[in-house]
């Protein structure tokens, strides 16, 4: 897949990979990870290739051989567009990544966008949206001025926000999902922004709604202190999570699930005075129905050192 899509460079190197790849849907895998590892010879900075051979090596049952080609891919990309950090770490059974590699998720989603929305809506029953606005109905609010669409992709969630939004923000890392975003026309001001990373400004929002975005963000101490900093006194932030056991958990589909005791504690010591989980189905993989919940929260007790960078911050 990665390996024969990105091109290495070296017009020797490629046609190799391609017969690679041509003797891995053969089922000989032996003999495709012989012809890309002579491939790799000749391109030895070849992140998409070593991502490739990792694949491979994987599928032969090879784990460590595997995880030792996806060292090899961060070390030729540092910033892991390709996610092969998150494979090793899968891999090895015991992650160490914190958050998705924002290289990672922006070529993923700009590669995705044009089909994203029949994908997650018709094949994987994505509800979000939908949920999203039922939850901040029971929790009595209905209506919002100024609203941000935290990861807005390709506008889904804001077409349900638009109605009850007097002004409409969003913010996504992919240039593709903003292109399908400003089409919708639904928005005030669409910006690219990695959410992993955002300062605390003089911006202030009613509403902060983040469908389906912080599973691709691991821990959610920046972003929920960002978020916190970031609303009006009368505030509510709301978005939904993967539903896991532990705190935080990269799962097999490179993705991280939360339990329901960490999110709590976290809104909690950010200053949600009020908190309201709704358990929920967000949408199906490979069929099975993916366990999730659905937060509201609001009633903050502090406000923020508003020069800080969204880190949670001391009480007063």
Known sequence: MAGSVFSSGDLTADRRASFAETLAHLGDLAGAIETLSGALELAPGWAAGWFRLGEFMELAGAEEAACDAWDKAVLADPADSLGAGLKRDLARRVP???????????????????????????????????????????????????????????????????????????????????????????????????????????????????????????????????????????????????????????????????????????????????????PCVIREDRSVPIDGLAVVAGGLRLRHDREGDGDLMAFA
Do not use: N
Request: net charge negative; aromatic share 10%; charged share 25%.
């Open 96 to 278: 160490v990544a914190e958050a998705m590699p924002s290289a990672f998720i922006e070529l993923l989603f700009d590669q995705y966008a044009p089909r994203f929305e029949r994908s997650l809506v018709e094949k994987l029953g994505y509800r979000g949206p939908e949920i999203l606005v039922e939850a901040l109905r029971l929790a009595g609010r209905t209506q919002f001025g100024s609203v941000l669409d935290l990861g807005c992709g390709t506008g889904l969630m804001g077409a349900a926000l638009r109605p009850i939004s007097a002004w409409l923000e969003g913010y996504d890392i992919s240039d593709g999902m903003l292109v399908e975003a400003d089409r919708k026309g639904i928005y005030d001001v669409l910006e690219k922004r990695d959410i992993a990373r955002l300062d605390v400004s003089e911006r202030r929002y009613e509403l902060i709604v983040a469908a389906d975005v912080f599973i691709y963000l691991g821990a959610l101490e920046r972003v929920i202190g960002w978020c916190a900093g970031s609303l009006s006194e009368e505030g509510v932030l709301a978005f939904t999570v993967e539903l896991g056991e532990r705190p935080v958990h990269l799962r097999e589909s490179r993705r991280f699930a939360h339990s329901q005791g960490y999110v709590e504690a976290l809104l909690h010591e950010a200053g949600f005075g009020s908190v309201r989980l709704m």
